[in-house]
C-alpha cells in the first residue's frame, strides 16, 4: 500500500500564488509517475500535472506557464507551484501515484480557492 499525504491548499485571490506538496509512503516502486488532478464542483476530475522519476513533466494546456511540478532529490514528494491563479483554478486538488500495471493511489484532496 501506498499513503498519500497533501498540504499547501487554501484562498487566494486572483493574480496569486499557492504551492500544494504531496508526500508518498509506502510500498513506492522505483518506477512511477506522480502528478495532481482537480476536480470543481459538478465538474469531472481533470489532469493538472504530471512528473515522472525521470523528472518528464506532462500538464493541462489551462495551467501551462502558470503552474510547475518538481519532484524533491528523493523523489517521493511532489510539489506544485501554482502563480497567477485564477477563479477557474478553484477546484478540490488530488494528489495522485501510478505505478506496476495499472495501479494507482490518491490523496484525501486539498481545497484551492481562488477569489476574483
Known amino acids: 500500500q501506498v499513503q498519500l499525504v497533501e498540504s499547501g491548499g487554501g484562498l487566494v485571490q486572483a493574480g496569486g500564488s499557492l504551492r500544494l506538496s504531496c508526500a508518498a509512503s509506502g510500498n513506492i516502486f522505483s518506477i512511477n509517475v506522480m502528478g495532481w488532478y482537480r476536480q470543481a464542483p459538478g465538474k469531472q476530475r481533470e489532469l493538472v500535472a504530471t512528473i515522472s522519476r525521470g523528472d518528464n513533466t506532462n500538464y493541462a494546456d489551462s495551467v501551462k506557464g502558470r503552474f510547475t511540478i518538481s519532484r524533491d532529490s528523493g523523489k517521493n514528494t511532489v510539489s506544485l507551484q501554482m502563480n497567477s491563479l485564477k477563479p477557474e483554478d478553484t477546484a478540490v486538488y488530488y494528489c495522485?501515484?501510478?505505478?506496476?500495471?495499472?495501479?494507482?493511489?490518491w490523496g484525501q484532496g486539498t481545497q484551492v480557492t481562488v477569489s476574483s
Open positions: 495522485n501515484l501510478r505505478q506496476g500495471v495499472r495501479v494507482e493511489y
